[in-house]
């Protein structure tokens, strides 16, 4: 293999590896749990008493594939539904929470995460 293929390779996994690396302290913006909507903080009630939960998916991992949140093992974080009133389905709105008591809200489905501050 040329030298100069080798190079590139090898700093493009550098790169990639230094990019993997910084994702590991992913920032996220804060919320504080008064600001979020009420039906939020209803199901972060329902979260800390262990439900029971009005969706059958309330509970699953959620894998993180987008890389937004810090960077765990698989079974870190679940997920629950926020009702969305007037929506048919599930709507956007959900609370990631990990393993260690932190808590995650997204209003569109996972594109961005605020911290919950109470």
């Known amino acids: 293999m040329k030298i100069w293929l080798r190079l590139l ?3 493009w996994l550098a790169i990639g590896g230094a990019l993997g690396l910084a994702r590991e302290n992913a920032a996220v913006d804060w919320v504080l749990l008064a600001d979020l909507p009420r039906e939020a903080q209803q199901t972060l009630v329902l979260i800390k008493h ?12 959620f894998g993180n594939y987008e890389k937004r949140l810090p960077l765990r093992q698989r079974g870190y974080y679940r997920e629950y539904t926020v009702p969305t009133p007037g929506s048919r389905n599930r709507g956007a ?13 997204t209003d569109d489905h996972y594109r961005s995460f605020r911290r919950i501050r109470e």
Request: cysteine-free.
């Open 93 to 105: 709105r959900r609370i990631i929470a990990g393993s260690y008591d932190e808590f995650y809200y």
């Open 50 to 61: 262990g439900g029971p939960f009005p969706y059958n998916r309330d509970g699953i991992v």
């Open 9 to 11: 390779i090898v700093t």
